[in-house]
């Protein structure tokens, strides 16, 4: 099975900072990489697909790099509404839809 | 719009059985894979299993497999999944997804609220 390892776990950051979050495959998994936000209590809300491919209607702040086996979610400048937790989900190796751990961006 | 809305979740024994379901609107529901997709308390998510959009294929976790069916009604936009031999690892927040149009993979592009399943004594 292909595991997808998120770094960091959390991470602290203020209003207007630049983000980054890592996502790490087991093996090759080409650019078959999904992002996903959740907010408490709500369900997740994709981003990116495809690795770089940002999901209609997802402001231009967030977007997503990387091929193979590593992968970066990157946000230009945060915004309140942007804390939450984010995942990778791996989409290679069907059907087998392998998430990552999480990333929880919180607030400094 | 886009709308999935679970239900069927709640307290069950271990040992004990119980069905989920997903109402689906707003898409052409017999075009589309769809997906359940687990959630324990405080924890990540975990696929659990797929249906392709004509029910001809399912696919399951191997920590669910023999004992969770995935379904659907194509007539009736509904997706299911019963729950057979349930036990305490399996509490979880249960959500539907719709799987997106695939490029380059698969992704799920629209997700339901959940419903949340609890095996207890």
């Known amino acids: 099975d292909i595991q997808m390892t998120q770094s960091p776990s959390s991470l602290s950051a203020s209003v207007g900072d630049r983000v980054t979050i890592s996502c790490r495959a087991s093996q090759n998994i080409r650019n078959y990489l999904n992002w996903y936000q959740q907010k408490p209590g709500k369900a997740p809300k994709l981003l990116i697909y495809a690795a770089s491919t940002l999901q209609s209607g997802v402001p231009s702040r967030f977007s997503g790099s990387g091929s193979g086996t590593d992968f970066t979610l990157t946000i230009s400048s945060l915004q309140p509404e942007d804390f939450a937790t984010y995942y990778c989900?791996?989409?290679?190796?069907?059907?087998?839809?392998?998430f990552g751990q999480g990333t929880k961006l919180e607030i400094k | 719009q886009v709308q999935l809305v679970e239900s069927g979740g709640g307290v069950v024994q271990p040992g004990g059985s119980l069905r989920v379901s997903c109402a689906a609107s707003g898409f052409s529901f017999s075009s589309y894979g769809m997906h359940w997709v687990r959630q324990t308390p405080g924890k990540g998510l975990e696929w659990v299993a797929s249906?392709?959009?004509?029910?001809?294929?399912?696919y399951y976790s191997e920590s669910v497999k023999g004992r969770f069916t995935i379904s659907r009604d194509n007539s009736n936009d509904t997706l299911y999944m019963q729950m057979d031999r349930l036990s305490p690892e399996d509490t979880a927040v249960y959500y539907c997804a719709k799987e997106g149009v695939v490029v380059n993979g698969y992704h799920f592009d629209y997700w339901g609220q959940g419903t949340l399943v609890i095996v207890s004594s």
């Open positions: 989900q791996q989409s290679y190796s069907i059907p087998q839809y392998t």
């Open positions: 249906i392709r959009y004509d029910g001809s294929n399912k």
